[in-house]
Each structure stands twice: as C-alpha cells, then as structure tokens.
C-alpha cells in the first residue's frame, strides 16, 4: 500500500504482509496512521502529523513495514 501525502509532497509506504499490527505508527503519528479491522496499518491522507512525528513511526516499527520518500 502507497499513500502519496499532496499535502507534504511524501510518498508513505505500509508493508501490509509485514506488519504484525502493534499499534506503534499510531501512537507516534496518529494524524498519519490508523489501524482497519485487521489491525493493519492504513495511510491516512492528508497526513496531519509534522515530519518528525512521522519519521519516529516509521523508525519505531517493529517490522520494518513502513517508509517514507521524499518526492519534493
Ligand atoms: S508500527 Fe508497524 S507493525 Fe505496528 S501497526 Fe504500524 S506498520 Fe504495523
């Protein structure tokens, strides 16, 4: 799943096969990511969250299933 954020020009990536659904991404960015009925990770787009937030959640998962591009 690619969720491209018009809002900040990124490109926010989610591993949906890796993703064990901790919750993580949504506590450090929770205008970013939310979790469907699966408990895996869903882009929300616009992102409301500033970067550094969402750079800590894509760092603080315990998969490795998210990414961030900067496309600017
Ligand atoms: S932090 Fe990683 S493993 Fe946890 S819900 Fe978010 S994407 Fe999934």
């Known amino acids: ?3 491209f954020d018009t809002a900040s020009d990124r ?8 993703c064990i659904g901790s919750g993580m991404c949504t506590v450090y960015a929770p205008g970013t990511f939310t979790q469907d009925e ?9 992102s409301t969250d500033p970067d550094d937030s969402v750079r800590t959640a ?4 315990p998969a490795g299933a998210l990414g961030i591009v900067d496309e600017a």
């Not at 490109?11 to 890796?18: E, S, Y």
């Not at 699966?38 to 616009?46: D, G, I, M, N, R």
């Not at 894509?58 to 998962?61: L, S």
């Open 1 to 3: 799943m690619k969720s």
């Open 11 to 18: 490109l926010i990536t989610v591993d949906r096969t890796a």
């Open 58 to 61: 894509v760092e603080a998962c």
């Open 38 to 46: 699966e408990a895996k990770a869903v882009v929300l787009t616009p």
